[in-house]
Each structure stands twice: as C-alpha cells, then as structure tokens.
C-alpha cells in the first residue's frame, strides 16, 4: 500500500503547540503559586497592634519584606517559565539591618549570601550592594549607614570593620592594629563622632572615630559589671549612652556617653523579662529599650530601670511572628526593624508615642 505524503495538517500543528504552551503555562502558575505561598509577602490588610485592644497599642506592625515582589516586580511569566524565583532578587538569611532616617532605604546584613542587600522604596528595586576587591565580604554580620550614605559592615570571618562610600568603594578596613577578632554588633553616634563595634572574639567593646582613628576599647571576659561574655549587639540613645547585649551572661549593660557604667539589667530565664538568647538591642526617642530574642521569638520593651512592660511576637511564620530573630534597629522616626532570620524576612514595627497618642 502506498503511504501518505506531503506536509502535516496545519490545523494539527498549531494545536500541538498550544498544548504545549498552555502545559507551560500551567506549570508556571502552579510554580508561582507555590513559591507565594511560603514567600514573605506584606499584606496590607493586616491590622496587628500591642497591646490588644481595648488597651491603648505602642506598637502597630507595618509589613514585611523580603523580595522584589515586596516593592513590586517579580512574579514575571518569564521567572515562571524558566523555573526562576518569582519573588524576584529576595534575601535568604538576614542578621544584621538598618535604615535611612527617612525610611527610603533598608540596609539587611545577609549571611548566606555574604552581601549587604538593598531595599530602595524610591526606586522600587532590591540589589545587591557592590563592593570592590578590598573590600569582598564573607560574613556580614551587622550593618549601619551614617548622615553621609557611608556604610559601615562587620565580618567576623574577615575580622575586619569596613567602611564603604555609598559607591562601594573601600574607605576603611579596621581591625588589624587592635586585633579584632570576631566583630559582630555595631552602633554610631554621629553627635559624638564615634564608632563602637562589639568584638565577641575578646569579649571587648572598641571604640573608634568616624574617620577611622581607634580611641579606646573596654571590657574583658567576666560574669561582673563591665565584663562580659560574648557581646554581640549594641546600640545609642539620644543622650550618648551605650547599650551592650552581653549574651553570654543574658543581660544588657548600659555606659553612659563618658564610658562610665551606668546598670545593667536580665538574667538568664523564661519568664517575662528573662532572656535566652538576646541578640539585637534598640532603644526609642522615649527611652524604652527593645531586646531581640533568638529563642523566645519575640522581642521584649523594658524601661529605663530595666523593668518589663511589654513583648512582642511568638514563633511562628505568620505577621508579627518570628522564626529566629536576630538583629534590631530602630530609627529617628520611632520605625522598629526586626531580622526574622530563618523566615527570611525584615520585619517592620512603629512606636507610638506617648505623647503623639496624647495629642490625637
């Protein structure tokens, strides 16, 4: 019998290839699907204030970022299709984080991707900050951005403090002189012209000024006043002093701006008020100081003598819930930013004020 010839059907043909386009279709919505539903996505409609109604809140959460998606973009049919992440450029493990008084940029410390990674609410884009040969990084730890967009980054595998321009370029790269070891947490006060980086290394407070020129260090390795045992974040209140995270001995030790001693609060616990694993510090424009905890999920608000008045959050994946929280800032503006380092998240808190409440 003779067989067929000629050119397949045209109608066939076609059809075949919409088969094949709506199957790729199809796997990339199913794809998308899966990915937004693990992906830390801000929700406006969520309303999460503490305390609870009927009290008066303090603290109102204000979303959540963690990808591109999070300022828009991502999602594209072209990620979907070739498989790619459809969040868009996202952080994977964050530590460290900061902010611009204005609230325009976030500056997160990511360890697994061993970068400082960039959230612009002007541009709408999540990036990479770039850095030059000198100043590659290993392990950013923590990260702060001074009134001059410098950058200032820790990195324990490095055992070095960089200061970077805005442009990456390396200004400085401290730690060789004073044998830093293990830097870890970091604050600046500007007012003062300082730089304290906390070395858990050598259980040392360094202090430097911002150009660069090391003034003194303190501490040593101790369960007493002014010792510690592995510090590892700080911060700066208004009126100079200096909060220490001594998380080896589950406290907090606070130094006035002159580098005296002032108190120290917490022990070692799982009450309220108790710490287990503090990490990240910050303190408000009322005084409250906020202590990051690794281990119970939430972070907890003490007053000036050290006293409970709140907490914040529990494990968990949802809004306002912590899977290892890690680092803390809290901004002129009172905006709180919190490290949800395993939900690959930075999660954003507003202070509200006293007096702000009093005048509505």
């Given at each position: 019998?003779?067989q067929p010839?000629?050119r397949p059907d045209l109608?066939c043909f076609l059809f075949?290839v919409f088969?094949?386009?709506s199957?790729l279709?199809t796997?990339?919505?199913l794809?998308?699907l ?7 996505v801000?929700d406006e409609?969520v309303d999460l204030?503490?305390p ?6 303090r603290?109102?959460?204000l979303?959540?970022?963690g ?6 973009g991502?999602n594209?049919?072209k990620a979907?299709l070739l498989g790619?992440d459809?969040?868009?450029f996202?952080?994977?493990?964050p530590?460290g984080?900061t902010?611009?008084d204005d ?6 410390a ?15 884009k999540v990036?990479?900050?770039?850095t ?6 290993r392990s ?8 001059r ?5 820790t990195d324990p ?9 805005s442009?990456?370029?390396t200004l ?16 600046l006060?500007e007012?003062?012209q300082?730089?304290y ?5 050598t259980?040392r407070i ?8 090391f003034?003194?260090a303190?501490?040593?390795r101790g369960?007493g006043p ?7 974040n700080l ?11 001594d998380?080896?001995?589950f406290?907090v ?7 005296d ?11 309220m008020?108790n710490?287990?694993?503090p ?5 408000d424009?009322?005084?409250h100081v906020y ?7 939430n ?6 003598d050290?006293r409970?008045?709140l907490?914040?959050g529990?494990?968990?994946?949802q809004?306002?819930q912590f899977?290892l929280p890690?680092?803390m800032y809290?901004n002129?503006q ?6 949800d380092?395993?939900n690959?998240r930075?999660?954003v808190f ?9 005048e509505?």
């Amino acid at each position: 019998m003779q067989q067929p010839t000629g050119r397949p059907d045209l109608s066939c043909f076609l059809f075949s290839v919409f088969r094949v386009i709506s199957f790729l279709l199809t796997v990339g919505v199913l794809v998308s699907l899966v990915g937004c539903g693990s992906s830390p996505v801000k929700d406006e409609t969520v309303d999460l204030a503490w305390p609870p109604p009927p009290e008066q809140p303090r603290i109102r959460y204000l979303g959540s970022y963690g990808s591109q998606l999070d300022l828009g973009g991502g999602n594209s049919l072209k990620a979907r299709l070739l498989g790619a992440d459809p969040r868009g450029f996202a952080i994977q493990k964050p530590y460290g984080v900061t902010a611009s008084d204005d609230g325009k940029r976030i500056y997160v410390a990511d360890t697994k991707q061993a970068a400082i990674v960039i959230f612009d609410f002007d541009t709408k884009k999540v990036y990479r900050f770039k850095t030059d040969a000198r100043g590659v990084l290993r392990s950013p730890i923590d990260v702060r951005v001074d009134s001059r967009g410098r950058v200032y980054v820790t990195d324990p595998v490095r055992s070095r403090l960089f200061v970077f321009s805005s442009e990456g370029e390396t200004l400085l790269a401290l730690g060789v002189k004073e044998k830093l070891e293990r830097p870890t947490g970091l604050a600046l006060d500007e007012t003062r012209q300082r730089i304290y980086v906390a070395d858990r290394g050598t259980h040392r407070i360094l202090v430097y000024n911002l150009d660069g020129e090391f003034q003194y260090a303190f501490g040593e390795r101790g369960t007493g006043p002014e010792q510690f045992n592995l510090p590892v974040n700080l911060a700066v209140d208004k009126a100079g002093n200096l909060y220490v995270v001594d998380f080896g001995n589950f406290r907090v030790q606070m130094f006035s701006a002159g580098g005296d001693f002032l108190g120290m609060f917490g022990e070692a616990g799982d009450k309220m008020g108790n710490m287990a694993r503090p990490k990240g510090i910050g303190v408000d424009s009322d005084g409250h100081v906020y202590v990051v905890d690794a281990a119970f999920g939430n972070f907890q608000i003490f007053n000036k003598d050290g006293r409970i008045m709140l907490f914040v959050g529990q494990m968990g994946h949802q809004p306002g819930q912590f899977w290892l929280p890690t680092g803390m800032y809290i901004n002129a503006q009172n905006r709180i930013y919190i490290a949800d380092s395993l939900n690959a998240r930075i999660q954003v808190f507003q202070y509200l004020p006293e007096q702000q409440q009093t005048e509505k």
